[in-house]
C-alpha cells in the first residue's frame, strides 16, 4: 500500500490528467513527497478539490492541464512526448517555462496547478511527519501557555460580563 493511500480517490479524473497531475507533482512539490511515494494520495486530494468546483471552472482546468500536457509534444527538445512522459529535468524546465511566460494564461495555470498540487502535498499527514510540523502540539502548548498568563484577565472578563449592565436604561417613551 503507497503513502498517502487512505485518503478515499474519486477516480473521476481521466488517466491522462492523473498521470500529468502525478508528474507535476514531483515537479512542485518538495522531494519528500516523492521519496515518500505520496503523488497518488496527493493526485486524489486534488481531485476532491476539483470536484468541488463549478463545472466551468473544472472544464477550464482541465483545458490547460490538457494544454500543458499537449504542448511538451511540440517542443522539438522533448522529441515528441507529453508533459507526463518528461524525464525529471526536462519536466521542471517545461514547468519554468510556464511558470514564467509571457502569456498570462500559461502562468495563471503553472500558479494554479502548483498551488493546487502543494496543498495536497502539505495536507499528507506523512508529508507533516517528515516535515516534523504538528500544529496541534503547538496549539495545545499555547493555550497552555496562554491560560497560564492570562487567566486573571479572563476571569475578569468573564465575571464582568455577567454583571449586570452599568449603563442607565434609556426610556423610549416620553414623559408629557
Not at 24 to 36: G, M, S
Not at 61 to 80: M, N, Q, S
Not at 151 to 176: C, G, I, T, Y
Request: charged residues 25%.
Amino acid at each position: 500500500m503507497t503513502a498517502g493511500a487512505e485518503w478515499p480517490a474519486r477516480r473521476h479524473l481521466p488517466a491522462r490528467i492523473r498521470k500529468l497531475l502525478e508528474s507535476l507533482a514531483r515537479v512542485v512539490c518538495p522531494p519528500e513527497a516523492a521519496e515518500l511515494g505520496l503523488e497518488p494520495g496527493i493526485v486524489a486530494r486534488v481531485e476532491t478539490v476539483l470536484a468541488a468546483l463549478p463545472g466551468p471552472m473544472r472544464a477550464g482546468l482541465f483545458a490547460g492541464l490538457a494544454a500543458y500536457e499537449a504542448g511538451a509534444l511540440l517542443d522539438p527538445a522533448h522529441r515528441g512526448k507529453p508533459a507526463s512522459a518528461l524525464s525529471p529535468a526536462q519536466a521542471e524546465a517545461y514547468f519554468q517555462r510556464w511558470w514564467t511566460s509571457r502569456l498570462l494564461l500559461r502562468r495563471e495555470l503553472a500558479k494554479n496547478a502548483k498551488g493546487l498540487l502543494c496543498l495536497a502535498c502539505y495536507e499528507m499527514p506523512e508529508m507533516k511527519e517528515a516535515l516534523n510540523y504538528t500544529p496541534e502540539a503547538w496549539i495545545a502548548r499555547a493555550k497552555t501557555r496562554r491560560l497560564a498568563r492570562y487567566a486573571p484577565e479572563v476571569r475578569a472578563h468573564e465575571a464582568a460580563l455577567a454583571k449586570p449592565d452599568p449603563l442607565p436604561v434609556f426610556n423610549s417613551q416620553r414623559e408629557s
